[in-house]
């Protein structure tokens, strides 16, 4: 089992930066992707970002909404992957959602829910206007 805990989530002004993290615990070595989504009021579930890594090989993947703002990043050594928002905008707003996968699919972006085995339980982010 592998357990996913989000931090950094906040309250921000439009144009400003937050920094979420994803702590993997449990049988962390196991994993070969990780993701963020996030979810707005009244709205579904969408893909905002994903790594996968095959040894030192790491590629990342974006959402079009947020490429450009928000980058992705990994610590193999700490179990993390950081997402870095800058430029937020008010319709960032949204509960993110941190997910990891124990298969790798080679040809994959990783943006559908259904190829993540673990499941974070969110955290709230809020840009103001």
């Known amino acids: 089992q592998v357990q996913l805990v989000e931090s950094g989530g906040g309250l921000v002004q439009a144009g400003g930066s937050l920094r979420l993290s994803c702590a993997a615990s449990?049988?962390?070595?196991?994993?070969?992707?990780m993701g963020w989504f996030r979810q707005a009021p009244g709205k579904e579930r969408e893909f905002v970002a994903a790594?996968?890594?095959?040894?030192?090989?790491?590629?990342?993947y974006y959402a079009d909404s947020v490429k450009g703002r928000f980058t992705i990043s990994r610590d193999n050594a700490k179990n993390t992957v950081d997402l870095q928002m800058n430029s937020l905008k008010p319709e960032d707003t949204a509960v993110y959602y941190c997910?990891?996968?124990?298969?790798?699919?080679?040809?994959?972006?990783?943006?559908?829910?259904?190829?993540?085995?673990?499941w974070g339980q969110g955290t709230q982010v809020t840009v103001s206007s």
């Open positions: 790594i996968k890594w095959s040894g030192e090989n790491e590629i990342s």
């Open positions: 997910a990891a996968s124990r298969t790798y699919y080679s040809g994959s972006n990783y943006k559908m829910e259904n190829m993540y085995d673990y």
């Open positions: 449990g049988r962390a070595r196991s994993i070969y992707a």
